[in-house]
């Protein structure tokens, strides 16, 4: 009878340690399968379409976004954006009020020189399929000088649109207008330092209250404050090669962090005050308001799920004895 309760022990403590706490409460890890898709540069978590994430190539691909299913890293739709330009650099994208998304075309490989960058701003459609979509076209500028950037976020309960620069000193946010026009130029203005990090994406949770900045190999999350950010901590994120992209899920408690590549992966860590057991993931030390609260959640996690595991192995070898 020995196999029956070593066999039990076994599968205790590997469905103690092998199961985030996490794991059903958010979207799962997926990888981009779609060969068209080489150079993903912006994620952005759909919530009218549950599971699914837009994402684009960086340059030389044309007017185009994708909707990539999580659960089978397929492509089911992709859309062509009319009533634009060329697109010259897109790097960011982001869903806004009333499902509406908004096109980062902001980069600028040249360091800064272009005169004006553009966002394209169009409807999510309703149904998942190949299909043209008319988008409406807006005039960029700083009023600061041209810039690069690779970071735009739209605030999901005011609409309003902000860009965070890249810079490897560390940059700023930028905020747009109140209100994007298609008739004249917008003009963004600087409203806080986004120091430490060189910016490759930016995503706002989708109650407003927490923005995420991330880098090549880091991220910092911030309070929101009316824009007014606030530095919290630093995360962790997953080494995925170029890292360029991230997103909160639709419902806030993770993050999921992307790359560029022929079949990039996509993979989700806890959220910062998302309501997840295990905290953030794998905060980095020092810094103005970093914390070790994620690393303590997944300590407190792995210590639980041991003493679970030994306790129900005590428990087997006294009841072998007592037999």
């Not at 779609?34 to 759909?46: N, V, Y």
């Not at 089978?72 to 009333?98: K, Q, Y």
């Not at 407190?300 to 192995?313: N, R, S």
Request: charged share 25%; net charge negative.
């Amino acid at each position: 009878m020995r196999r029956p309760f070593v066999t039990l022990a076994a599968a205790l403590l590997v469905g103690a340690l092998a199961v985030p706490a996490s794991a059903a409460d958010g979207d799962e890890d997926f990888t981009i399968k779609d060969p068209r898709i080489t150079e993903s540069s912006g994620l952005a978590a759909s919530r009218l379409h549950p599971g699914i994430y837009w994402t684009h190539n960086d340059s030389d691909d044309g007017p185009y976004i994708y909707a990539v299913d999580s659960g089978t890293g397929e492509t089911v739709a992709r859309l062509t954006l009319t009533g634009v330009g060329t697109p010259r650099d897109v790097e960011a994208i982001s869903v806004g009020p009333d499902n509406r998304i908004y096109v980062g075309d902001i980069g600028d490989n040249l360091g800064g020189s272009w005169p004006h960058v553009w966002i394209y701003e169009l409807p999510e459609p309703k149904t998942l399929k190949d299909q043209t979509v008319r988008a409406t076209q807006y005039v960029v500028k700083y009023s600061d000088g041209a810039r690069d950037a690779e970071s735009l976020v739209v605030h999901p309960k005011t609409g309003r649109v902000y860009i965070v620069d890249k810079n490897e000193q560390g940059g700023h946010l930028y905020e747009g207008p109140a209100e994007l026009s298609a008739s004249g130029t917008n003009v963004f203005r600087p409203v806080a330092a986004v120091p430490d990090l060189e910016a490759t994406d930016a995503t706002l949770s989708p109650d407003g209250e927490r923005l995420v900045v991330r880098s090549y190999f880091g991220a910092i999350a911030y309070d929101w404050n009316g824009g007014k950010i606030k530095r919290k901590e630093r995360l962790g994120v997953p080494f995925l090669g170029q890292g360029e992209s991230v997103t909160y899920t639709a419902d806030g408690t993770r993050l999921m962090y992307g790359a560029e590549g022929a079949d990039s992966s996509v993979e989700g860590q806890d959220a910062p005050g998302g309501g997840s057991s295990s905290g953030s993931g794998s905060p980095a030390a020092g810094g103005e308001g970093d914390s070790g609260e994620g690393l303590d959640g997944n300590l407190k996690t792995g210590a639980i799920a041991v003493a679970v595991a030994c306790a129900a192995l005590l428990g087997l070898r006294g009841l072998r004895r007592r037999r």
